[in-house]
């Protein structure tokens, strides 16, 4: 039996479309009506389901200020309370935002058939009532058998059960402040794709880790079979998978006329017999150095940009380890970066293995997966193409991505320095709190289902809570984020303990 809450009433110009007030009923059970609940009640239109979005205390005793002065100087305001009794002078009004109008199929009242906008506002007059779960479930599009467990919906005992392929098939993205809980949020994502049911499907799991924040997921016992970690200071971009215009995206010096004689070089090197196609850029310098054609002014300059390549160490003449050989269903590949400081080198990086496992997903040589990239502003800023090499991969995943079930995931504690095309791709969005208002304006100008009101609830969010909207769910929901169930040192370390015991060490 559903639980009636309060009375729809007449208050502040409203009930109108979009918002209704209603008076909250006094109870005498545990139950308390708080901000984030989700009530409904029979408007014109049918079953109106909203969430309250404010709670307003009145007292009528105490809107005049010579009574509370008479109270303040009273030298017992007991014996006033007992001739005025305040307390039933005090009522609660709760400010519903209407969310839509819900029809129920004909063969079942729980199952819903469709839901639409709503024309009409609520009737003053009718009753409220506490939804019941399983019609909030339905609307707001979880999925209780195969959802990945987020934590639960904000003022309800709900797990926010996330359906995969709505979150994942349209790309995501993690947004918050430094130390907002970003990372907590995708390793209790990655927690949920390595430990799910096999039967269900479950796509390669990619993480571009710049920091090494995710490396503790090798060392737990039931999921590190399921975990493969790449330090990438040894890592191998494989010279013959290059193109001359791949070169010049690396080294932006490379000249037109340059690109042609570095084309004629690495033509001669595929169709060499001796080497069986595998090369390296030693082995392209060496065959500039001993070609007696040519200017020798142009040789001797894109040698010079191609030693300058060779000096980053992480080309070479095969790709080590072999991504296709690599990414597996159901399994975590980290490219751990924690090492390397030069952003050029992460770049290049970074684009090197967004384009081959774009490549090799077109051409269904790996599963499908999904690729996670941590500080995504670094990667795929809003500045210009020159200053980020990985910026036009990376936007080309999110742009196409879907289409081959390459899924994209972008983290990043800045969103207005993300790429905006980037970011507008990303159909569902994992809100932590964010206080800069240049980036709250920039997800307003990224996202037209962010309005200001968000912005305003995305600023006030609290430690572990969350804002979920986009294509992973029918309506925005404050999601309180669960906990890790595989813990890591990070979660343990002070910076007091850090100092003593750096002291001691040294």
Same mark, same amino acid.
């Given at each position: 039996?559903?639980?009636?809450?309060?009375?729809?009433?007449?208050?502040?110009?409203?009930?109108?479309?979009?918002?209704?007030?209603?008076?909250?009923?006094?109870?005498?059970?545990?139950?308390?009506?708080?901000?984030?609940?989700?009530?409904?009640?029979?408007?014109?239109?049918?079953?109106?389901?909203?969430?309250?979005?404010?709670?307003?205390?009145?007292?009528?005793?105490?809107?005049?200020?010579?009574?509370?002065? &008479?109270?303040?100087?009273?030298?017992?305001?007991?014996?006033?309370?007992?001739?005025?009794?305040?307390?039933?002078?005090?009522?609660?009004?709760?400010?519903?935002?209407?969310?839509?109008?819900?029809?129920?199929?004909?063969?079942?009242?729980?199952?819903?058939?469709?839901?639409?906008?709503?024309?009409?506002?609520?009737?003053?007059?009718?009753?409220?009532?506490?939804?019941?779960?399983?019609?909030?479930?339905?609307?707001?599009?979880?999925?209780?058998?195969?959802?990945?467990?987020?934590?639960?919906?904000?003022?309800?005992? @709900?797990? *926010?059960?996330?359906?995969?392929? !709505?979150?994942?098939?349209?790309?995501?993205?993690?947004?918050?402040?430094?130390?907002?809980?970003?990372?907590?949020?995708?390793?209790?994502? #990655?927690?949920?794709?390595?430990?799910?049911?096999?039967?269900?499907?479950?796509?390669? @799991?990619?993480?571009?880790?710049?920091?090494?924040?995710?490396?503790?997921?090798?060392?737990?016992?039931?999921?590190?079979?399921?975990?493969?970690?790449?330090?990438?200071?040894?890592?191998?971009?494989?010279?013959?998978?290059?193109?001359?215009?791949?070169? %010049?995206?690396?080294?932006?010096?490379?000249?037109?006329?340059?690109? %042609?004689?570095? &084309?004629?070089?690495?033509?001669?090197?595929?169709?060499?017999?001796?080497?069986?196609?595998?090369?390296?850029?030693?082995?392209? #310098?060496?065959?500039?150095?001993?070609?007696?054609?040519?200017?020798?002014?142009?040789?001797?300059?894109?040698?010079?940009?191609?030693?300058?390549?060779? !000096?980053?160490?992480?080309?070479?003449?095969?790709?080590?380890?072999?991504?296709?050989? #690599?990414?597996?269903?159901?399994?975590?590949?980290?490219?751990?970066?924690?090492?390397?400081?030069?952003?050029?080198?992460?770049?290049?990086?970074?684009?090197?293995?967004?384009? %081959?496992?774009?490549?090799?997903?077109?051409?269904?040589?790996? *599963?499908?997966?999904?690729?996670?990239?941590?500080?995504?502003?670094?990667?795929?800023?809003?500045?210009?193409?020159?200053?980020?090499?990985?910026?036009?991969?990376?936007?080309?995943?999110? !742009?196409?991505?879907?289409?081959?079930?390459?899924?994209?995931?972008?983290?990043?504690?800045?969103?207005?320095?993300?790429?905006?095309?980037?970011?507008?791709?990303?159909?569902?969005?994992?809100?932590?709190?964010?206080?800069?208002?240049?980036?709250?304006?920039?997800?307003?100008?990224?996202?037209?289902?962010?309005?200001?009101?968000?912005?305003?609830?995305?600023?006030?969010?609290?430690?572990?809570?969350?804002?979920?909207?986009?294509?992973?769910?029918?309506?925005?929901?404050?999601?309180?984020?669960?906990?890790?169930?595989?813990?890591?040192?990070?979660?343990?370390?002070?910076?007091?303990?850090?100092?003593?015991?750096?002291?001691?060490?040294?």
């Amino acid at each position: 039996m559903p639980l009636k809450v309060g009375i729809v009433f007449n208050y502040l110009q409203l009930p109108d479309v979009l918002q209704y007030p209603f008076v909250i009923n006094k109870r005498t059970d545990d139950i308390v009506i708080k901000k984030g609940m989700f009530v409904y009640t029979n408007s014109l239109e049918g079953f109106l389901i909203g969430i309250v979005e404010k709670i307003v205390l009145l007292n009528e005793y105490f809107s005049d200020a010579l009574t509370i002065k &008479a109270y303040n100087n009273n030298s017992n305001p007991n014996i006033l309370k007992g001739l005025f009794p305040s307390d039933d002078f005090e009522y609660a009004i709760a400010i519903v935002r209407n969310l839509g109008i819900i029809e129920f199929s004909a063969n079942s009242k729980d199952s819903i058939e469709k839901i639409s906008r709503m024309t009409y506002p609520a009737s003053p007059g009718k009753e409220v009532y506490l939804i019941e779960n399983k019609t909030l479930i339905d609307f707001i599009g979880l999925d209780e058998k195969k959802g990945l467990n987020l934590g639960k919906l904000n003022s309800t005992d @709900i797990e *926010a059960k996330i359906n995969m392929d !709505r979150l994942l098939n349209k790309h995501f993205s993690i947004l918050s402040i430094s130390g907002g809980g970003k990372s907590y949020l995708t390793s209790i994502i #990655i927690e949920e794709l390595l430990t799910r049911n096999p039967s269900y499907g479950t796509p390669a @799991i990619i993480l571009i880790d710049v920091h090494g924040e995710y490396t503790y997921l090798k060392n737990v016992n039931k999921i590190k079979n399921k975990v493969k970690l790449i330090d990438m200071s040894y890592f191998q971009a494989s010279v013959p998978q290059m193109s001359p215009y791949i070169f %010049r995206k690396y080294q932006e010096q490379i000249s037109h006329v340059q690109i %042609r004689e570095l &084309a004629k070089t690495i033509k001669k090197l595929r169709e060499r017999k001796d080497n069986n196609g595998i090369y390296g850029i030693k082995d392209i #310098i060496k065959s500039i150095e001993n070609d007696s054609d040519g200017s020798k002014s142009t040789k001797q300059a894109l040698i010079g940009w191609l030693s300058e390549l060779d !000096r980053l160490t992480i080309f070479g003449p095969q790709e080590n380890p072999t991504l296709n050989n #690599i990414v597996n269903q159901g399994e975590l590949i980290i490219f751990n970066l924690e090492k390397e400081t030069s952003i050029r080198k992460k770049q290049i990086l970074v684009d090197y293995i967004c384009n %081959r496992l774009f490549y090799l997903r077109r051409l269904q040589k790996i *599963a499908p997966f999904l690729l996670i990239i941590e500080e995504a502003h670094q990667f795929c800023p809003e500045a210009a193409h020159s200053k980020a090499l990985s910026k036009s991969i990376i936007e080309t995943i999110a !742009r196409e991505g879907r289409k081959f079930m390459a899924c994209l995931c972008l983290i990043s504690q800045r969103p207005k320095k993300l790429s905006t095309t980037a970011l507008s791709q990303t159909n569902s969005k994992l809100i932590l709190n964010i206080k800069n208002p240049y980036d709250l304006k920039h997800l307003m100008d990224s996202s037209e289902a962010i309005t200001k009101d968000f912005t305003d609830m995305i600023s006030s969010l609290g430690v572990g809570e969350m804002l979920l909207m986009g294509n992973a769910v029918n309506y925005p929901v404050f999601v309180k984020v669960r906990k890790r169930n595989f813990k890591s040192n990070m979660e343990t370390i002070i910076l007091s303990k850090v100092c003593l015991n750096w002291k001691i060490e040294n």
